[in-house]
Nanobody, 122 residues
Framework: EVQLQASGGGLVQAGGSLRVSCAASGFTFGDYAIAWFRQAPGKVREGVSCISPSDGSTYYADSVKGRFTISSDVAVNTVYLQLNSLKPEDTAVYYC???????????????WGQGTLVTVSS
């Protein structure tokens, strides 16, 4: 069955770094774009980044551009999001999701991981 497993969240001080991972299984990895969304308490879910494993194209929300980096390791069917220069406003549950193409609309994504919590302290 199709599964996405997000992991790697934790507590980080402002200015610090963290890497979250999304391990995919049960589908052809190269056929899907994989995105990271995040949702903070009381806030709407927002797109953070997306990668197309087939060609490596990447996309970033303006709020994280220059600080976060998305990458993929096809050999282990895993997408990573490196979060650098973290700010308290980055605190959220980070979800990975798969769709045929990268979009900013969470409703377009076919599969979702359970999310991993990133907490950034001041």
């Amino acid at each position: 069955e199709v599964q996405l497993q997000a992991s790697g969240g934790g507590l980080v001080q402002a200015g610090g770094s963290l890497r979250v991972s999304c391990a995919a299984s049960g589908f052809t990895f190269g056929d899907y774009a994989i995105a990271w969304f995040r949702q903070a308490p009381g806030k709407v879910r927002e797109g953070v980044s997306c990668i197309s494993p087939s060609d490596g194209s990447t996309y970033y929300a303006d709020s994280v551009k220059g600080r976060f980096t998305i990458s993929s390791d096809v050999a282990v069917n895993t997408v990573y999001l490196q979060l650098n220069s973290l700010k308290p406003e980055d605190t959220a549950v980070y979800y990975c999701a798969a769709a045929l193409i990268c979009t900013t609309n969470y409703g377009d994504y076919d599969y979702w991981g359970q999310g991993t919590l990133v907490t950034v302290s001041s």
